[in-house]
């Protein structure tokens, strides 16, 4: 630093005079910093000797001193012809504008209120040095022209009159530099004042300041004057790349002269746009510079004649362009101060208005200086409570090693960042807060800005959205194990499905290029496979409408009167063959006081008694299955004498029962409906005759197995969606979804269902509904039994539509409804459809819903609309297992709907229902094995599982087990049966079990079993 001292040399000579030591080291210590050589006087007399023996560049003088003050000073020194011209600048605590005129008519140049900036003082200081450069730069060139006058007599008068215009000059100079606009940084006012002056001193038309914009790319004119109109105007833009070589000249000259501005090569580019439309002859344009970058141009342009610009000319406009300058860093001080204020006072408001707690404290104590209202408000204090106290004294940290880290990271490195820490109200509840604070400096004293958020509920929200999360992830894995399940289910009906539609057309193909005949056991046989395998497929797929329908909210009643009675039989005859298969007994036994008519929703109870009861035979291998049925009003239990099977008391009613919850779901009471004649008589505490009658009731339903249990811990899960038990993953039976299904039917019927399970005892499911009597049938139908071969003669010629945009299924309807006798046309969409229907007038229209062009919603409508529509049947054909499209179905106008895929026994019964059609039956079609219910020699068990493990194939050598493998991935069922046969008859169990799978469609199982075996392991 020293080295740097001696070599550079100072700014200016300073002399401070002041009589508070405090002050005379600050700006010593300021003034030295900015450059400058400094001396110090702290009395009026020393000062005056001072400068007397010395004469500094600048006085900065206080004007309260105890012998002489500041104005005798000042006055002395400017009486004296030796320090007279020694700029004095004013450093006074006295604000006043008295103070300020006496201290300028006492001859100082400036004036400065303490507490003072140090930007403020170093530019004031150095704009008067500058000044004073410019001056004594005057005073030079007076001397020179003195000497040249004393040398050049001749050129005496010349030289008098550039000393005049000099002093002029100088003049103007003094003058604007002491402009009041011009130091206060009013720009706009201090602009107008240069170029007015300048123009008149210079005797010049136009005069203008002109500055780049932030790119640099263009010049814009802030003020021009024009001296024979006296008027101001601004807003004139050059661009650089209209001009280039002006601007080159601009950034790289220090002032450009063009006498003739026409010719002069850094000029003549305006002579067309600018110089000729206003007459200007010569021009003089002094760089504007600020910070030794050329930031604009003081332009002076002589109209009328061409000007020899003069060296005081061109001195002239340099020093007009300073001036210029100092209007600029007079007009950045005061946006900096302006900027400053703002700042403080926006920093003021913030703290005040902040949402956020904000505290100032000091670093050492932890002291309390100031708290903003949102931390009052947040901690609950009041401020006479806080402040001057500190965090230790109230208890604020719930952690102490919190505070502690908290500090010592402010004392390593000043600042802290939302660091998470636990805090404590007034009242002790805990808040998680994130803080952050920095060190800052408060009249010498270390402090720390301490802000907080409180992010409690946001901690609060993150925890329930890590639960939600946790839950959904277990969801999302239950779905993908559903998922998985679904995908066997699925896969096992459709590879029965592709699987013998390819040997069918296998078939045929054979016997027509051979023309030889078909075997038609077989080929019936295959036939009733694909059926089947395709209903399994649609109880699969109806099952996940269900569900869905369960998760959306969708699910509804569809209460009506039906027999009981043949409800049951139906599904004891339907299940007594699998029961049989597994060699268990399946037993019905119903209440004598059972009703035989009852009314609630038909199909969903059907569903529940199948799913529990299948799911009975599924998981039960010895003994049996029985369905028990009784009556009960409210809490009680009718029993009766004429029960069927065992009674009340028999069986496993007094074991434990497991409550399931309900989960939430609408509880549906049916009305009460009278009671109908012919009803077999219940037994108390039914009762028809005599005394009132009881018309709604309990049906209580009990389903009881003798097969594996259920583990305690488990039953929570056999009513979750897409949950099973660990007997029923095992068993790899079944999606999950049917018990779920079923406790979802029984509370929308208004019941309760509930599970008693005893491992390796057996397990009882056991529901009951609220109903009401149903209405007896006034006749029954006659059901007629076989296929629909024809027409009735004597009938009308009936014409049918078939409107379905899918060929496939357009094509079997067609063909359905042609091969009895109907004259029937087709259409792809609800247009053709109209156009049809306009022309051909069918009796009945068979519309599906979803098609382009037209959807038969508004072909419906349109058809209906006309009155010779009314007598036209529509019944919609829909794949929509959703109650809501039926609803819409019928509103739009069809009068009935069939669901896809359908049954040709339901698309004949609603004809003659509609139409009143009348049809020839086969009435004694040929059965194949499989349709009278013989078990296929191949089948394991009813649902086609096999006892078959990966240890039974592990005997075989490891390259068969590739061979079959990959036949039975490739579903190349021929391949297995060779494979099998290759089999030695010592194994014929292990052929057998094989064979079983290839017959049962179980290819998959193959391939899982061999991979178990080792397949692909190596």
Not at 510 to 526: C, G, S, Y
Not at 551 to 572: I, Q, T, V, W
Not at 758 to 772: M, N, Q
Not at 991 to 1004: C, E, G, Q, T
């Amino acid at each position: 630093m020293s080295k740097a001292n001696t070599t550079t040399p100072a700014k200016g000579n300073i002399l401070v005079v002041d009589d508070t030591p405090a002050n005379l080291q600050l700006l010593t210590g300021l003034l030295s910093e900015q450059g400058y050589k400094v001396r110090i006087a702290p009395n009026g007399t020393l000062a005056l000797g001072s400068a007397r023996s010395a004469s500094p560049d600048l006085i900065l003088l206080d004007i309260m001193m105890p012998d002489l003050d500041g104005y005798e000073v000042c006055a002395q020194l400017k009486a004296d012809e030796k320090t007279r011209d020694i700029p004095i600048i004013f450093l006074s605590a006295l604000g006043e504008v008295f103070d300020k005129v006496k201290a300028f008519e006492a001859g100082g140049v400036d004036y400065i209120t303490k507490p003072f900036e140090v930007a403020e003082v170093a530019v004031r200081i150095e704009n008067q040095l500058k000044l004073g450069r410019l001056q004594k730069q005057l005073a030079r060139e007076n001397i020179r022209l003195q000497k040249e006058i004393s040398d050049r007599i001749a050129a005496e008068e010349t030289l008098r009159d550039r000393a005049i215009r000099l002093g002029n000059q100088n003049a103007v100079l003094t003058e604007l530099a002491k402009k009041e606009a011009l130091n206060r940084g009013n720009f706009k006012a201090a602009l107008q004042d240069i170029t007015q002056a300048t123009a008149r001193e210079m005797g010049v038309e136009r005069a203008s300041v002109w500055l780049y914009d932030t790119t640099g790319k263009k010049i814009q004119c802030l003020d021009l004057y024009e001296r024979e109109s006296n008027k101001h105007s601004a807003g004139l833009e050059l661009l650089e790349e209209n001009y280039p070589a002006y601007f080159q000249a601009l950034a790289s000259e220090a002032i450009i002269v063009a006498q003739d501005a026409q010719a002069d090569p850094r000029t003549k580019e305006f002579s067309e746009s600018y110089l000729t439309p206003f007459g200007i002859e010569s021009m003089l344009d002094a760089p504007i510079r600020l910070g030794g970058k050329t930031v604009g141009v003081l332009c002076l342009e002589n109209v009328g004649a061409v000007r020899h610009w003069t060296p005081e000319d061109q001195n002239f406009a340099r020093s007009i362009a300073d001036i210029v300058s100092l209007g600029l860093e007079a007009r950045e001080r005061q946006r900096s101060e302006a900027a400053r204020r703002s700042s403080e006072a926006k920093l003021a408001s913030a703290f005040r208005a902040s949402p956020d707690p904000i505290a100032i404290k000091t670093l050492a104590e932890g002291r309390y200086i100031e708290v903003n209202e949102s931390f009052l408000r947040i901690f609950g204090y009041f401020r006479e409570e806080i402040i001057n106290c500190a965090s230790l004294d109230i208890n604020i940290w719930v952690s102490l090693e919190e505070r502690e880290q908290f500090r010592k990271q402010l004392y390593a490195s000043g600042v802290v960042g939302n660091q998470e820490v636990r805090l404590r109200t007034r009242s002790g509840d805990e808040k998680t807060m994130l803080v952050s604070g920095e060190v800052i400096e408060l009249e010498g004293v270390d402090c720390v800005v301490w802000v907080s958020n409180d992010i409690s509920d946001r901690k609060q929200a993150e925890s329930e959205l890590k639960r939600a999360k946790e839950a959904a992830e277990v969801a999302n894995r239950a779905k993908s194990e559903f998922l998985a399940k679904m995908s066997h289910e699925l896969r096992t009906p459709l590879n029965a499905i592709i699987g013998f539609t390819q040997v069918i057309d296998r078939n045929l193909r054979r016997a027509i290029d051979r023309n030889v005949k078909l075997p038609l056991a077989e080929m019936l046989e295959h036939i009733g496979i694909v059926g089947r395998a395709g209903e399994h497929l649609l109880e699969l797929i109806n099952d996940i409408l269900e569900m869905s329908k369960i998760e959306a909210g969708r699910l509804s009643l569809n209460e009506k009167s039906f027999d009981l009675y043949r409800l049951l039989d139906s599904l004891e005859e339907m299940l007594s063959l699998k029961a049989a298969n597994k060699a268990l007994e399946l037993s019905f036994d119903m209440a004598g006081n059972v009703p035989q008519y009852i009314k609630t929703d038909q199909s969903k109870l059907r569903q529940i008694l199948i799913n529990l009861l299948g799911n009975a035979i599924k998981y039960t291998e010895v003994g049996g299955v029985r369905l028990r049925v009784k009556v009960g009003q409210g809490d009680r239990e009718a029993g009766g004498q004429g029960d069927r099977g065992r009674r009340d008391g028999e069986g496993d009613w007094g074991r434990e029962s497991h409550q399931v919850p309900k989960s939430p779901s609408p509880q549906v009471s049916p009305p009460p409906v009278p009671l109908s004649p012919g009803l077999p008589v219940p037994l108390s505490p039914i009762s028809l005759s005599p005394g009132p009658r009881v018309s709604q009731f309990h049906l209580l339903f009990e389903v009881e197995d003798t097969g594996s249990g259920i583990a305690p811990e488990e039953t929570h899960l056999v009513f979750e969606a897409f949950g099973q038990t660990e007997t029923g993953r095992k068993s790899q039976q079944g999606t999950g979804l049917g018990l779920s299904i079923s406790r979802k039917f029984v509370e929308l019927m208004g019941g309760n269902i509930t599970v008693s399970s005893h491992l390796g005892r057996g397990t009882t499911f056991a529901f009951d509904i609220p109903l009401c009597l149903g209405e007896v049938p006034a006749t029954h139908k006659a059901k007629r039994s076989g296929s629909v071969i024809g027409l009735v003669e004597g009938q009308p010629e009936y014409r049918i539509l078939v409107v379905e945009d899918v060929r496939v299924n357009r094509l079997l309807m067609v063909k359905l409804l042609t091969k009895v006798g109907f004259k029937v046309q087709e259409a792809v969409n609800g247009q053709e459809a109209l156009e049809l229907w306009s022309s051909w007038s069918p009796h009945l229209i068979w519309m599906d819903i979803q098609m382009p062009v037209m959807n038969g919603y508004e072909a419906t409508k349109r058809i209906k609309a006309d009155p010779k529509g009314q007598k036209t049947v529509i019944i919609a054909l829909t794949a929509n297992a959703f109650e809501e499209e039926r609803v819409a179905i019928l509103a739009a106008g069809c009068d009935d709907y069939a669901s896809k895929p359908f049954q040709e026994e339901i698309i004949f019964s609603k004809m003659s229902d509609r139409l009143g059609v009348r049809y020839i039956y086969d009435l004694d079609p040929e059965k194949d094995r499989s349709l009278s219910g013989e078990k296929n020699d191949y089948y394991s068990d009813s649902d086609g599982s096999s006892s078959l493990s990966a240890s039974d194939l592990a005997i075989m050598p490891p390259e068969w087990l590739a061979q079959l493998n990959r036949a039975a991935s490739e579903l190349n069922e021929k391949a297995v049966f060779r494979l099998i046969e290759e089999v030695g008859d010592n194994n014929s169990s292990l052929k057998s079990a094989l064979a079983d799978l290839v017959n049962n469609f179980r290819l998959d199982t193959i391939v899982d079993l061999t991979e178990q075996a080792g397949v692909g392991n190596e």
